[in-house]
């Protein structure tokens, strides 16, 4: 069954039905994370984790894709990768899935009211320390893009079923603090997705594909 035949079939509640409809309360307990692909890079101490939230803007298309953003090259941290927009948990977010749509509204400009949170994929937990909720939502058409330039250099669009296809998938090593670090990436015509990012998408394609 294609992805557009499933949301189809049974719209959002098919989605909700390959996620975790509750979410996590802090502090925040990953399950997944960087170190999935390099368990001999953790680190023996507890660390005190920075919880954070992201959006993966599911665009309600006849062939649904996903929304990245391409962050600016002026940024101090994660200068020029492709991210979902998100950020840290701030005092005013009454829920994990309100700062994740506030950050989504603050970095591109797209309002609350076209998404439909549908749940939520695994706690990720960064080599750099943060505890990430990934909330899955669907967006739907006649949004308008207004990113925030300090942030963001570029609002695009690839096919979720390229992101889900197991095809596509790559395991690379990259250079990281010193040493080298395994991480999975997918190449989208010019744009090499990798990291944090690509990791959550794998975890939502296990889900969906367990689920579908």
Same mark, same amino acid.
């Given at each position: ?45 507890? @660390? ?10 599911? !665009? &309600? *298309?006849?062939?649904?894709?996903? %929304?990245?953003? $391409? ?68 967006? @739907? ?10 942030? !963001? &250099? *570029?609002?695009?669009?690839?096919? %979720?079923?390229? $992101? ?49």
């Amino acid at each position: 069954m294609t992805l557009a035949a499933f949301l189809s079939a049974g719209g959002i509640d098919a989605l909700r039905a390959c996620l975790r409809t509750e979410a996590p309360v802090l502090p925040l307990a990953p399950t997944r994370g960087d170190y999935d692909l390099n368990p001999t890079a953790r680190s023996l101490a507890p @660390r005190t984790l920075v919880p954070a939230a992201v959006l993966l803007p599911i !665009v &309600a *298309r006849a062939e649904p894709t996903l %929304l990245l953003t $391409l962050r600016s090259e002026e940024l101090p941290h994660h200068a020029g990768q492709i991210s979902f927009p998100g950020g840290r948990v701030q005092d005013g977010d009454v829920t994990l899935a309100a700062a994740a749509l506030r950050e989504m509204e603050e970095e591109t400009g797209v309002t609350a009211d076209f998404v439909s949170v549908a749940g939520f994929l695994d706690v990720y937990e960064t080599g750099t320390g943060y505890a990430i909720l990934p909330v899955v939502g669907l967006l @739907r058409e006649g949004f308008s893009l207004k990113p925030d330039v300090r942030e !963001v &250099a *570029r609002v695009f669009e690839v096919p %979720l079923a390229f $992101l889900l296809d197991p095809a596509n998938r790559q395991e690379d090593v990259l250079k990281w603090k010193g040493g080298m670090r395994r991480v999975y990436a997918f190449q989208y015509e010019t744009h090499y997705i990798w990291g944090a990012t690509a990791a959550m998408l794998v975890n939502f394609a296990e889900r969906l594909h367990d689920a579908s």
